[in-house]
């Protein structure tokens, strides 16, 4: 048996740039509930130094955050996406087996000798539904 693990990029964050293009190299961090701290945050934000955890009354005003675009959760949102990425991968493996809202084991039994063409086309293909 062959078995993959699918864990999507910054999800939260991920999730928020499929419904906007503007935000596709602008640094973008998703809060918890009650716009407490950051729960995500996407490489650009990460460079910029906001850390997981970061309490967002305290550094929402610093002016080198000023290009930051920050979100509330949208669990709706994310859990949609979470499907979404679930139907697709059973397009490309017999056994899908979701761990969490962004992360999945699939079987890759039987694809060893196109392995990273499968692979690649299942990567595709999620970036187009989602």
């Not at 929402?60 to 000023?66: A, P, Q, V």
Request: hydrophobic residues 40%; aromatic residues 10%.
């Amino acid at each position: 048996m062959l078995y993959g693990l699918i864990d999507c990029n910054s999800f939260y964050c991920s999730c928020q740039r499929a419904f906007d293009p503007e935000l596709k190299h602008r640094p973008v961090v998703v809060l918890s509930n009650n716009d407490g701290c950051a729960i995500a945050r996407t490489a650009e934000a990460k460079q910029l130094g906001i850390k997981m955890g970061e309490a967002w009354h305290l550094v929402r005003n610093e002016r080198k955050l000023s290009d930051v675009r920050w979100f509330s959760s949208n669990y709706p949102l994310y859990a949609d996406m979470s499907r979404r990425v679930y139907q697709v991968l059973l397009d490309y493996s017999p056994r899908v087996e979701p761990y969490s809202i962004d992360e999945m084991f699939l079987d890759l039994s039987g694809f060893s000798d196109s392995l990273h063409a499968h692979c690649g086309a299942m990567r595709q293909a999620v970036q187009q539904i989602t």
